[in-house]
């Protein structure tokens, strides 16, 4: 029987932030391709629930839970995940938040906060998860970038800079890892209703104007990016590294 390359079987995928919005969808798309996935959250409960809804679909699941921010919990963790589950094949680094508020007035604190939790955290994940696929020379790293990788918008500067040093970051690991025989790879959200976007979603003339703005004239749905997911993760692309795939409905591709 010729092998399914997007087939997860057996894999370990762990993805940060994943017990709710995009990145619970993409735990469930990379559970739904065959992975073994790790759940991760900052909170017991929540985190320990979206295993189990996981696992009730039939996807083996179990949580992990640290503050991405914190390097030490995240070092500690990973470990004892290789030790306890087995070797980690797959990272999606996905853990992020948005912070809105004119740069004139953008409290210090709240900059911080965006760029450790959406950039300097994907280093303290990255960095404990290579350590280990580097022996075995195998691995795919994905990092949820934006489209704001590319494009500006007004009151979320320090998002955009935090995505736009996500896909550097992306293409350098690829670049130095690649001879290594680890992927890494980034996919670009456009606007999906999210938790995180919940004000937006509400606002008519915001909606409106992404609609027009958008190609394809809608929100995206979280189901629709766990298929870039899981091929970025999976032997279909196998000869796939450094690439940031837009998953926007065309915005970025549109004025
Ligand atoms: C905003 C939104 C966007 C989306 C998304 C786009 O305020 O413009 O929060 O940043 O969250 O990241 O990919
Ligand atoms: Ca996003």
């Not at 500006?152 to 935090?162: D, H, L, Q």
């Not at 004000?199 to 809608?218: I, N, Y």
Request: glycine share 12%; with cysteine; hydrophobic share 45%.
């Amino acid at each position: 029987m010729v092998p399914n390359p997007f087939d997860l079987g057996g894999r370990i995928a762990l993805v940060t932030g994943s017990n709710r919005g995009i990145g619970r969808a993409l735990a469930l798309g990379l559970g739904k391709a065959g992975a073994r996935v790790v759940v991760n959250g900052r909170g017991a409960a929540q985190t320990a629930a979206a295993a189990a809804e996981l696992a009730e679909l039939g996807i083996e699941a179990r949580a992990a839970v640290f503050d991405v921010t914190d390097p030490g919990a995240a070092a500690r963790e990973i470990d004892r995940i290789e030790a306890e589950m087995g070797p980690i094949d797959i990272l999606v680094n996905n853990a992020g938040m948005q912070q809105r508020a004119p740069i004139e007035t953008f409290p210090l604190a709240a900059l911080r906060q965006v760029m450790e939790t959406n950039l300097m955290s994907a280093f303290y994940v990255s960095q404990p998860v290579i350590r280990h696929m580097v022996p075995r020379a195998r691995g795919a790293i994905v990092n949820v970038c934006s489209v704001m990788s590319e494009l500006g918008r007004p009151t979320i500067v320090p998002y955009t800079a935090s995505k736009g040093g996500l896909k550097m970051m992306t293409r350098g690991l690829a670049a130095e890892l690649g001879p290594k025989g680890i992927r890494v790879n980034g996919i670009a959200p456009g606007y999906f209703r999210t938790e995180l976007n919940e004000a937006l979603v509400e606002d008519p003339e915001f909606s409106g104007w992404l609609t027009k703005r958008t190609p394809m004239g809608r929100w995206g749905d979280v189901e629709e990016l766990a298929g870039a997911a899981v091929f970025l993760a999976s032997d279909a692309a196998s000869f796939v590294t450094g690439q940031i795939l837009y998953v926007d409905g065309g915005m970025t591709s549109a004025v």
